[in-house]
């Protein structure tokens, strides 16, 4: 049963906080923190890769069988504060990871799904991506009612939204090397047909 904190004791801990330097409170956020614990191996998991930046566990309280959560080691607490390339690389990791679920697992489907702040129903405060393998009638319910959207909601929204995206910063892939391999192959067939 957990004890109640009296008024005197909130306050005391409300100044405490408000009194750490940032580096204090990222220190107090990452000795808190569930996943950062994981990560740095003081709490045990069953790791399915691992490198300088990533770490991937099985979930020990699954969804499914294979259930698996993709974090990065360096403590974020929402998705929009991990970097461009980091982020990047931890979808690619979880897409990799979900095709190997399919195979492993035999699923049928996945859902590559992240708790983004509390009110979207995150548990920890540490950004991860569970990726969930499916099967037909498997009973794991991730599903909303829809609703009809306001026509006029919509519309201003879209503006709102699209003014926002006008400086969005999106990287571009540079064309692969492997473009160029496709082109001097089909130059090497044509050369080679009567």
């Avoid at 005197?8 to 906080?17: G, P, T």
């Avoid at 699954?62 to 360096?74: D, F, Q, R």
């Amino acid at each position: 049963m957990k004890k109640e904190l009296d008024p005197k004791q909130v306050k005391a801990i409300q100044e405490k906080l408000k009194n750490m330097s940032p580096d204090e409170l990222k220190k107090l956020v990452k000795q808190q923190c569930l996943f950062c614990q994981i990560s740095s191996g003081k709490v045990e998991s069953r790791k399915i890769y691992e490198d300088d930046e990533l770490l991937a566990i099985l979930d020990i309280n699954p969804a499914s069988k294979g259930h698996t959560i993709v974090l990065p080691k360096e403590h974020y607490q929402i998705l929009a504060q991990i970097p461009e390339d980091l982020a990047s690389k931890l979808f690619n990791v979880a897409n990799k990871l979900a095709a190997i679920l399919f195979d492993v697992v035999k699923a049928e489907g996945t859902n590559i799904f992240i708790a983004n702040g509390q009110a979207a129903g995150q548990k920890s405060p540490h950004a991860v991506i569970h990726i969930i393998p499916r099967h037909e009638g498997d009973g794991v319910g991730l599903a909303w009612e829809p609703k009809q959207g306001d026509g006029k909601v919509l519309d201003e929204l879209q503006e709102l939204i699209k003014d926002k995206t006008t400086n969005l910063n999106v990287k571009k892939e540079q064309p692969k090397v492997v473009e160029k391999k496709i082109v001097e192959e089909e130059e090497d067939v044509e050369e080679r047909l009567p």
